[in-house]
């Protein structure tokens, strides 16, 4: 099983300020078959990025993934109110498809 | 538009069997594999189970292997949980998720449906 590890758990940040979310992999995810979701107090979540750089349909270009093997990031430029959220990463290369334990961002 | 409605969660004894559905529309079901994610309350995400377009091949997490089984109807548009030999740790939050582009990945969610495993 691939287990992934995220960092930090939390991270306290302001809007404006840019966001750096880290996905560790115990082996290498290959193809880049990471991704990453957002999930809102209360609500589903939803795929932002997929193949560690691609972002899914309608996600604001501030949101970027990057990596490969097993460091992958997920960067918000300029983070912006709605921003705030629980982030996981997710390989998908070899059953079972594991998630990240998550971060938090929260607002400073 | 892609919509997902699941259902059949509820109050289940330890040991109980629950069987959750998850209606899908907007989309060509047959074509797209499934998933299955839980969410144990104020926990992270755990994948469960997917299952490919044809229903031939299935997968599962350690943690249900033996116990929960994936299935689907592509003549009624509707995916299918049956779990058995309930546990405590079982109690979460169930979404139901389509995998368009790759097996695995959540490209849509439902709402998802709670399951509670207590006597």
């Known amino acids: 099983e691939v287990v992934l590890t995220q960092s930090p758990g939390t991270l306290s940040l302001s809007p404006g300020e840019r966001a750096t979310l880290s996905c560790r992999a115990s082996?290498?995810?290959?193809?880049?078959?990471l991704g990453w979701y957002q999930q809102k107090p209360g609500q589903t979540p939803r795929l932002l990025i997929y193949?560690?750089?691609s972002r899914a349909t309608g996600i604001p270009d501030r949101f970027r993934g990057s990596g490969s093997g097993t460091d992958f990031t997920l960067t918000i430029s300029r983070l912006e109110p709605e921003d705030f959220a629980v982030y996981f990463c997710?390989?998908?290369?070899?059953?079972?498809?594991?998630f990240g334990q998550g971060t938090k961002l929260e607002i400073k | 538009e892609v919509q997902l409605l699941e259902s059949g969660g509820g109050l289940v004894q330890p040991g109980g069997s629950l069987r959750l559905s998850c209606a899908a529309s907007?989309?060509?079901?047959?074509?797209?594999?499934m998933n299955w994610v839980r969410q144990a309350p104020g926990k992270g995400l755990e994948w469960v189970s997917a299952?490919?377009?044809?229903?031939?091949?299935?997968y599962y997490a350690d943690s249900v292997k033996g116990r929960f089984t994936i299935s689907r109807d592509n003549s009624k548009n509707t995916l299918y949980l049956q779990m058995n030999t309930l546990r405590a740790e079982d109690t979460a939050v169930y979404y139901c998720?389509?995998?368009?582009?790759?097996?695995?990945?959540?490209?849509?969610w439902g709402q998802g449906t709670l399951v509670t495993v207590s006597s």
């Open positions: 998720a389509t995998s368009g582009r790759w097996l695995g990945l959540c490209d849509y």
């Open positions: 907007g989309f060509t079901f047959s074509s797209y594999a």
């Open positions: 299952i490919i377009g044809s229903g031939r091949s299935t």
């Open positions: 082996q290498s995810v290959s193809s880049s078959y």
């Open positions: 193949g560690a750089s």
């Open positions: 997710q390989q998908y290369v070899t059953s079972p498809y594991t």
